[in-house]
């Protein structure tokens, strides 16, 4: 296994070591910093090249707050009881999915100590469907490898999601715009390392469900 530096620039490197990163410090993100990142988000594709996204920046400890409070209610009602009744993912184990309950648990309370916050927003209607996200998941990606890239630890969170109304309210999102993702960025306390995956032959396939892909 190659070292995995704090900083990236092979596109390789920043994918497979990018990492949800839960734990961040307080100190100040530059915003020079920030800026690369939300640039990052803009070059993504949107359905039809519509752009209908809109960036919201949040470094108000109130608004932060507000909707934390919210991010935790979401975890005691739902999150927390499933993660301590369900089996470990591919590629994980009962150690490391232990660990990884204790790091959604550590953001959970620290969420709005997180620096810096981007919400990513989408201008989806009253009647969003199925394929709504499409247009500002992609966005969302960018600006995760870009923090990666810079050194900067944050992690794709949409779970206040369940109290939407509330949260959206409290970030003064207007009507007709809805937040998809809330990504809170700093400089992370523990070090990138590569992100563990089920085998790749379990989940791909070759002309026809369930024939496996020699390639592999
Ligand atoms: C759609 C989506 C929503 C997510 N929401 C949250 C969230 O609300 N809180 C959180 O801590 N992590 C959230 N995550 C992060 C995943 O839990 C994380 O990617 C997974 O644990 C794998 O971690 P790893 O990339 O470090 O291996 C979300 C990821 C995705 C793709």
């Known amino acids: 296994m190659p070292e995995v530096t704090t900083e990236a620039t092979d596109v390789f490197d920043i994918m497979h070591t990018m990492r949800a990163m839960r734990r961040l410090k307080p100190d ?13 988000g803009q070059a993504a594709a949107s359905g039809g090249n519509t752009q209908r996204w809109r960036f919201l920046v949040l470094k108000d400890p109130a608004i932060k707050k507000a909707v934390q409070v919210y991010y935790k209610k979401a975890f005691d009602e739902l999150v927390g009881p499933r993660y301590a009744t369900s089996a470990p993912p591919p590629g994980s184990d009962p150690a490391r999915y232990k660990r990884q309950h204790a790091a959604v648990e550590y953001l959970t309370d620290h969420y709005h100590e997180a620096p810096v916050w981007i919400v990513a927003c989408l201008e989806d209607g009253a009647n969003a469907g199925r394929s709504a996200g499409s247009s500002i998941y992609p966005a969302v990606q960018n600006m995760l490898l870009a923090a990666r890239a810079l050194g900067l630890g944050s992690t794709l969170t949409t779970r206040h999601i369940q109290y939407e109304k509330e949260v959206d309210a409290a970030m003064g999102i207007p009507p007709g715009f809805h937040s998809y993702a809330i990504l809170p960025i700093g400089y992370p306390m523990g070090r990138f390392g590569p992100v563990g995956r089920g085998p790749l ?6 002309d026809g469900w369930g024939k496996p892909y020699p390639g592999l």
Request: aromatic share 6%; net charge neutral.
């Open 28 to 40: 100040p993100v530059p915003d020079e910093l920030i800026r690369k990142i939300l640039a990052a």
């Open 201 to 206: 032959k379990d989940v791909v396939y070759l």
